[in-house]
């Protein structure tokens, strides 16, 4: 199932249930994709006009990459969900024996690992798509540039939000070489990304 062909009251709905999914993962990466729509629009509104005509080529550039990353963020959001299923799953094998039990820990610690691998996903894509809104503020129409903020703070929102579903997964990975490597990669990224994000919305409120 796509979640991402929802309407939006459907979506909302779903999310507000008591169903699995979708989830923090799920919104986080539908917020992203708005992010990334709203600097798409930021173009549109920005191509073809002459007080712009020197950046015209820039902004086709930005506009079919952040095309892109709204699919891709489509695509992290059923990925999010596809990938904690496994899991769900696993937490309810029984642990009666002592076979059992291991059995359970293994499939757990394989299964936290393929939860964990859509928020890290949209971590690296939402931090990609940063010095887009960056170049936006520079070379995009100014009457639209408070979307450049309001983008760009969806995708901060995204990147926090991928944090914290990465956290609780990697938290409970027994694999303890593979969860610090993957801890000490995210926290830099995290903390990169929150920060660059806090420069260019700062930017942007300055300029209004």
């Known amino acids: 199932m796509s979640f991402y062909k929802n309407t939006c009251e459907e979506f909302v709905d779903l999310t507000f249930s008591n169903a699995p999914a979708p989830g923090g993962g799920s919104v986080a990466a539908l917020a992203a994709s708005l992010g990334a729509a ?3 629009m930021v173009c549109s509104l920005t191509t073809g006009k002459k007080k712009y ?12 990459s952040l095309k ?6 489509f695509n992290i959001m059923d990925e999010d969900v596809e990938n904690f299923l496994p899991l769900s799953k696993a937490y309810g094998l029984p642990t009666t024996t002592d076979e059992e039990k291991e059995f359970k820990a293994k499939e ?3 299964c936290l690992k393929l ?9 690296k894509t939402s931090c990609s798509s940063i010095p887009l809104f960056e170049e936006l503020t520079q070379k995009g ?3 639209a540039l408070s979307d450049v903020g309001c983008g760009i703070a969806l995708i901060r929102s995204a990147i926090s939000c991928a944090w914290l579903n990465i956290a609780i997964n990697v938290n409970m990975i027994k694999d303890t070489e593979f969860a610090e490597s993957l801890r000490k990669e995210c926290t830099a ?4 990304g929150l920060k660059k994000c806090d420069e260019i919305y700062e930017t942007v409120d300055k300029s209004l």
């Open 115 to 123: 939860a964990v691998a859509a928020p890290v996903k949209l971590l």
């Open 68 to 73: 892109d990353l709204t699919r891709e963020f």
């Open 108 to 110: 757990l610690d394989r």
């Open 189 to 192: 990224l995290v903390e990169t």
């Open 141 to 143: 129409s100014k009457l």
């Open 38 to 40: 709203l600097g798409g």
């Open 53 to 64: 005509a020197q950046y015209e080529e820039d902004i086709q550039r930005l506009m079919a």
